[in-house]
Nanobody, 119 residues
Framework: QVQLVESGGGLVQAGGSLRLSCAASGRIFSTYIMAWFRQAPGKERVFVARISWSGGITIYADSVKGRFTISRDSAKNTVYLQMNSLKPEDTAVYYC????????????WGQGTQVTVSS
């Protein structure tokens, strides 16, 4: 099992930046996929970005391409989400998630961190 703890959320003005961190502990294998999801008030949780733990291959949702960057530091067991040019519609609770590459669904989740972007 993998434990995930997010940090770095907060209040920022539109156009600003934030960097979220996800500290992972437990049994993390090189085959793991790490991801960020977000859930806005009254909406379903949606995919934001993912990265392979071993090769650093990244995938982004269209809504954040060119503005957000996901990265990982294997030595620190930490995944980051650098968010630039933030918009009010980016306001949400952001969750870190992890799964083995062989799984369809993510089975390890953090508690979430709130990001609020004011206009």
């Amino acid at each position: 099992q993998v434990q995930l703890v997010e940090s770095g959320g907060g209040l920022v003005q539109a156009g600003g930046s934030l960097r979220l961190s996800c500290a992972a502990s437990g049994r993390i294998f090189s085959t793991y996929i790490m991801a960020w999801f977000r859930q806005a008030p009254g909406k379903e949780r949606v995919f934001v970005a993912r990265i392979s733990w071993s090769g650093g291959i990244t995938i982004y949702a269209d809504s954040v391409k060119g503005r957000f960057t996901i990265s990982r530091d294997s030595a620190k067991n930490t995944v980051y989400l650098q968010m630039n040019s933030l918009k009010p519609e980016d306001t949400a609770v952001y969750y870190c998630a992890a799964k083995s590459s062989g799984r369809f669904d993510y089975d390890n989740w953090g508690q979430g961190t709130q990001v609020t972007v004011s206009s």
